[in-house]
């Protein structure tokens, strides 16, 4: 259903609406705008009833240097969870994006990277177990072209490296649902077919992973018609994945081409890639979680990574009111049904 402009929800948060359909709703957090913005917290956890650690649960920030862990951030949004009853995803224990510097200069023979990315694993897993929820074990694994992405630790270890992960993540928290997630394998491509190969390979040999994250990360331009991926190829591909016995979340959701307050028309189109894509995930049985990447277009990784022409692409604004893509969430959750 196209969403109404007129759309006016009951004024009732996020967070309430996901509750009372036993979905979760999330964002990415930085530990330092919880403890520095007040408002930043409030509407946190108003809004959803599940976090993501935007940047300090990953290698880089934990282990700069080696052998010197720093929890002090990811404890920090551990415990703001905790405080308000809300459930941790955890990001990411292997992506070559946040992997330190010494690792990529270290001439660790096979062997070696296999035994500190084991500790590693078990570590930090160890360490949050019963407090996070799902991990994302590996990020990114698949090139654009759908192979195997060449990263330090397919160099390292060769390409069983996925496969070790999750088996060390399951051994530290049995209890925590592991996922692989990655971008633009959202809908049906040569990207998303290579996930699904592995994913499926994966179960096969009796690895233990139970979901896979689709980031979307997506700009108008991209959704719809004229563009690589729709609201059909989503579901499509959440079902092949389903068939599996796999969970899917949304995991890093901001839509870029909007920028500043936007003009009314765009702020809609941006409203309306929001509803589709929560009410694809709604309809679908496996999907069980969306979280956007941040949630005020005051904080966003797209400012820095792609440029002042896309920064608006979260549901609130920059002074944390919410926009119509705020209005467009809530009406997907309002019309998806309270659970029995
Ligand atoms: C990004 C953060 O938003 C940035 O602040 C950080 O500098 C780099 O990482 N895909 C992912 C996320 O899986 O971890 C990335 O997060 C955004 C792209």
């Given at each position: 259903?196209?969403?109404?402009?007129?759309?006016?929800?009951?004024?009732?948060?996020?967070?309430?609406?996901?509750?009372?359909?036993?979905?979760?709703?999330?964002?990415?957090?930085?530990?330092?705008?919880?403890?520095?913005?007040?408002?930043?917290?409030?509407?946190?956890?108003?809004?959803?009833?599940?976090?993501?650690?935007?940047?300090?649960?990953?290698?880089?920030?934990?282990?700069?240097?080696?052998?010197?862990?720093?929890?002090?951030?990811?404890d920090a949004i551990?415990?703001?969870?905790?405080?308000?009853?809300?459930?941790?995803?955890?990001?990411?224990?292997?992506?070559?994006?946040?992997?330190?510097?010494?690792?990529?200069?270290?001439?660790?023979?096979r062997d070696e990277?296999?035994?500190?990315?084991?500790?590693?694993?078990?570590?930090?897993?160890?360490?949050?177990?019963?407090?996070?929820?799902?991990?994302?074990?590996?990020?990114?694994?698949?090139?654009?072209?759908?192979?195997?992405?060449?990263?330090?630790?397919?160099?390292?270890?060769g390409e069983d490296?996925?496969?070790?992960?999750?088996?060390?993540?399951?051994?530290?928290?049995?209890?925590?649902?592991?996922?692989?997630?990655?971008?633009?394998?959202?809908?049906?491509?040569?990207?998303?077919?290579?996930?699904?190969?592995?994913?499926?390979?994966?179960?096969?040999?009796?690895?233990?992973?139970?979901?896979?994250?689709?980031?979307?990360?997506?700009?108008?331009?991209?959704?719809?018609?004229?563009?690589?991926?729709?609201?059909?190829?989503?579901?499509?591909?959440?079902?092949?994945?389903?068939?599996?016995?796999?969970?899917?979340?949304?995991?890093?959701?901001?839509?870029?081409?909007?920028?500043?307050?936007?003009?009314?028309?765009?702020?809609?189109?941006?409203?309306?890639?929001?509803?589709?894509?929560?009410?694809?995930?709604?309809?679908?049985?496996?999907?069980?979680?969306?979280?956007?990447?941040?949630?005020?277009?005051?904080?966003?990784?797209?400012?820095?990574?792609?440029?002042?022409?896309?920064?608006?692409?979260?549901?609130?604004?920059?002074?944390?009111?919410?926009?119509?893509?705020?209005?467009?969430?809530?009406?997907?959750?309002?019309?998806?049904?309270?659970?029995?």
């Amino acid at each position: 259903m196209p969403i109404s402009s007129a759309s006016q929800t009951s004024g009732t948060a996020l967070r309430a609406l996901a509750d009372a359909r036993g979905f979760s709703i999330g964002a990415a957090v930085q530990s330092g705008l919880i403890a520095d913005e007040p408002v930043y917290a409030e509407t946190l956890a108003r809004e959803f009833n599940m976090v993501v650690a935007e940047w300090e649960m990953k290698m880089d920030p934990i282990e700069r240097q080696r052998g010197v862990l720093d929890f002090t951030g990811a404890d920090a949004i551990v415990a703001f969870a905790a405080a308000n009853d809300m459930a941790v995803r955890g990001h990411a224990l292997v992506w070559h994006g946040a992997t330190p510097a010494w690792v990529e200069r270290s001439n660790m023979t096979r062997d070696e990277a296999m035994a500190y990315l084991r500790t590693y694993i078990h570590t930090v897993v160890g360490r949050y177990r019963g407090r996070v929820m799902a991990w994302d074990v590996v990020n990114e694994g698949i090139s654009d072209q759908g192979g195997m992405r060449r990263t330090v630790w397919y160099n390292l270890i060769g390409e069983d490296y996925i496969e070790m992960a999750f088996r060390w993540a399951h051994e530290a928290d049995p209890d925590a649902l592991l996922f692989y997630n990655d971008y633009a394998a959202e809908g049906m491509n040569s990207k998303s077919d290579a996930v699904y190969e592995l994913v499926k390979g994966l179960l096969e040999r009796g690895a233990p992973i139970h979901g896979v994250g689709l980031q979307m990360h997506v700009s108008l331009s991209d959704f719809g018609r004229f563009g690589w991926l729709s609201a059909e190829q989503i579901a499509q591909n959440i079902e092949r994945l389903g068939a599996l016995g796999l969970q899917v979340h949304i995991t890093e959701m901001d839509v870029r081409g909007v920028s500043g307050a936007g003009t009314p028309e765009l702020l809609e189109q941006q409203a309306q890639v929001y509803y589709d894509v929560l009410a694809t995930c709604l309809q679908a049985e496996p999907c069980t979680a969306l979280l956007t990447w941040g949630f005020t277009d005051r904080h966003t990784w797209i400012r820095p990574f792609f440029g002042p022409a896309d920064a608006a692409p979260l549901p609130f604004d920059e002074g944390y009111q919410p926009k119509p893509a705020y209005d467009a969430l809530a009406q997907a959750l309002t019309e998806a049904g309270v659970s029995d």
